[in-house]
């Protein structure tokens, strides 16, 4: 019951308010099947027809099956008819899947002469219902533990997603705009957004935005340097995913966004250190200030480019096991998959070390102006 | 001369620079990691072990390196390695619930070109590799907070060591909620960073607001997306509480 008291009235009504909307659009996303283009269709009955074991050229066993779906149809002209699908899977599931009663699915319905039975093939499940769910968990969760900073972190997630995804609008229209010089512009605006949403409108806010941005255009200066030294030796961009561009410009621009965040994990921790040491003790010596952010430095250099690191390379790790299961060479496996994430993850691990020192000086020189003013 | 063989080499130089022997620590423990996480990819291609098992085994010797090489082994790390495997088990156990109720395992159809070559029946789980790669990319987060609580606990309860578990427990957890911006921040941007391609697929192509959402790929990044969140959100009350339990106990006992 303490618990209960302790909510506030206006906390009381933004709970309520949020449980109402996650309430409305998780029924919405479970009626919104008329608005869709695309005809979808609910499994009612799933019949597992044949199932045979199969060994492939490498001699990898799997077993494939095939299912007898009768689904109805929840939109468009054949709204309420029944359809008969086949679904073909394997039990590993690389490119399909197993349909249970209750999914709904995208189909494309076969023209046929009798109208009577309808069949069609399967295109893909409709997958909004769980994203939704899952959402609200993460905002929920978010909320909860995290409170003010949960909430900001939320609005400063979905912001910068519209900022990139404005950017990228405006990168497609103008095919004139380079890449790099929008990209620039949205870290500009990340930093200074992100940051202000972390640490609030004050002084130690505004050395870590210049600390982040300028560790961000080193570490970016060094790789393409690097990358221009080296003449791009080692770097296999065949297995680059999802191109329809140039992917130099992409993997140079991913870089430069990706490795951000670290930089500006790095640069508003020393700078709340630094700052937090000097109102503790405003006559602190500019030695001891120094000394203790070379030791505040040292213990999130490690956990920071690991946090880095994991989140580049374990994207390929279905990729590499598909290579390494169809016999490729180990050696071009890694190369062809890894290379570029490695570049990435290591790239940014060098933005984040330079941005200690960086961020160091910087908080010192705002202190040492503080000083001077009063 | 190698892009990554020369990106690693000024790695190093710049971390023994500003780190010292910690620095030469942290760069050894990136070796390391890459290690196990390339022996685990390695086990998972065999069908009988099971990836789920693996990401587990894996997950502890990757809290092991970072926590008891770079930081030695103590009662701060100990904490820490015990709320990590614990998050760990909680969220395993979610995220594979989620792909398997969303089906965003394997490859989606934006890599049909690709992945055509390959025989795609190969007998493993992609199910659970596709839970695996979620737990994987936000392992370093969850250790982060984890390590970062833990301190600067211990740090309040030496300075106050007469503190209630209760109060121990909700300074736990303003501080989770001080790095939890951070944290959240470094993944997002790495994500994007890594999506970039992706959502310029996406524009390029015009796909409508319903085939994104929709489709496996991006379904699957957002998944990722929001359980790093998920997980870095849970590792706070589970350190704070493991902390709080632990000293206070310790204060019991040498009473």
Known sequence: MQFFKNITVKQGILTTLLVFCSVISIVFVHHNEQFYDRPIAEVIKADVAESEPMTDMYDNDDYLFTQHLTAVIKNGQYKGQSIQLTNDYSSSGAFDQEYHVGNEIFVSINNQATPSVLTGSILDLKRDQTIIIIAWIFIFGLLIIGKRQGLFSIVSLVVNALILSFALDLYVEHGSLSLLLIIGVCVLLFTIISLLLISGLNTKTYAAIISTLLGTVIALIISSVVMWITGENGLRYEEMQFLTRPYRTIFMAGLFIGSLGAVMDVSITMASSIFALYEQDPTISVKALKSSGVEIGRDIMGTITSILFFAYLCGSIPMVILYLKNSSPLGLTLSLNLSLELARALAGGIGVVLTIPISQYTALFFINRKRVKA | ?255
């Open chain 2, 1 to 255: 001369m190698n892009v990554i063989v020369l990106l690693a080499v000024i790695l190093c130089i710049l971390m023994v620079i500003v780190g010292g022997k910690q620095g030469v620590r942290s760069f050894i423990s990136l070796f390391l990691n890459f290690g196990v996480l390339f022996v685990t990819i390695f086990l998972m291609t065999n069908p009988k072990n099971s990836p789920i098992i693996l990401t587990f085994i894996a997950c502890t010797v990757i809290s092991c390196i970072s926590l008891f090489y770079i930081n030695k082994t103590n009662s701060k790390t100990i904490t820490a390695f015990i709320s990590t495997m614990v998050t760990i088990v909680v969220l395993l156990l979610f995220i594979t619930f989620v792909t398997k109720k969303s089906m965003i395992q394997g490859f989606g159809e934006e890599s049909t070109e690709e992945i055509s070559i390959f025989s795609l029946y190969i007998g493993v789980n992609f199910v659970q590799i596709g839970a695996s790669v979620i737990i994987m990319s936000t392992i370093g987060a969850i250790m982060d907070v984890a390590i970062s609580i833990a301190t600067s606990m211990h740090e309040i309860f030496y300075r106050n060591p007469s503190i209630s578990r209760k109060k121990l427990f909700t300074s736990g957890l303003s501080i989770g909620r001080d790095i939890l911006g951070t944290d959240t921040n470094t993944l997002f941007f790495a994500f994007f960073g890594g999506y970039l391609s992706l959502l310029i697929w996406f524009k390029d192509l015009s796909y409508s607001i319903g085939e994104i959402v929709n489709s496996k790929v991006f379904s699957a990044e957002m998944m990722t997306i929001f359980c790093a969140g998920i997980g870095i959100a849970l590792i706070i009350p589970i350190a704070s509480s493991v902390n709080a339990y632990y000293l206070v106990k310790t204060r019991e006992k040498t009473e």
